[in-house]
């Protein structure tokens, strides 16, 4: 595989979580929220965010709002576009998806584009925490062959989100606790990504990239 699509695919995988995880800052921040239960059986009736981290939160939905707009019209000025007209953090991560093909053919810019969608990903998931909504991805489970595997990229694990899903070591914690769903930790994702293809395998690459040009 050359350079350039993997790099492409990448800023695709960042810029597709950072769509995804956006709004759910603004929903933390809603008043009087409660967490529907979660798949993992816990959280339930969580209370809203306390003061420090709702500012935390405030401000990282300032700082990433600000950050795709430079990065929407740094990018129309390389390529020049006309300046990009005023739109929402979702309008505009969408638009710098559809011109990802043009991006990538000035590696200046891809690079840019990639460290700078990076970077927001990774500050949208740590705001939201514990509370960082899983990615559905693409592929079947090894074990139940649903298609019912979420990653949460922050805390760099995949679930199998299937009740009924069972793998087949008798000591694995999906057999013996009935409120625990299989598991991979990062270290296994390769291996899995292999098994499922799709999205998992674009996420696994684009981490560990990550690991290698840090
Ligand atoms: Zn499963
Ligand atoms: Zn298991």
Do not use: Y
Not at 29 to 37: C, D, E, M, N, V
Not at 45 to 69: A, C, E, K, W, Y
Request: proline content about 7%; glycine content about 8%.
């Amino acid at each position: 595989m050359t350079d350039s699509p993997r790099r492409r695919d990448s800023a695709a995988v960042w810029l597709g979580i950072l769509l995804r995880q956006f709004p759910e800052l603004g929903r933390e921040l809603a008043p009087g929220r409660t967490s529907a239960p979660s798949p993992l059986g816990r959280g339930a009736n969580r209370p809203g965010p306390s003061l420090p981290i709702r500012l935390f939160i405030s401000d990282t939905i300032r700082d990433i709002s600000d950050g795709v707009v430079e990065l929407d019209e740094a990018v129309c000025e390389k390529l020049r576009l006309p300046r990009p007209q005023r739109g929402t953090v979702e309008r505009r991560l969408t638009r710098l998806l559809g011109l990802l093909d043009d991006i990538a053919a000035d590696p200046a810019l891809a690079d840019h584009v990639r460290s700078e969608a990076r970077r927001m990903a990774r500050r949208c998931s740590l705001a939201l925490g514990d509370a960082e909504t899983p990615v559905r991805v693409r592929g079947r489970c090894v074990h139940c062959d649903s298609v019912s595997l979420r990653v949460f990229p922050h805390r760099e694990t995949v679930l199998c989100v299937n009740p009924g899903c069972r793998c087949a070591d008798p000591d694995c914690r999906c057999r013996t606790d009935g409120r625990h769903r299989h598991s991979w930790v990062r270290a296994e994702w390769r291996q899995l990504a292999e098994a499922t293809e799709g999205d998992l395998a674009e996420l696994t690459a684009a981490q560990d990239e990550e690991g290698t040009t840090r």
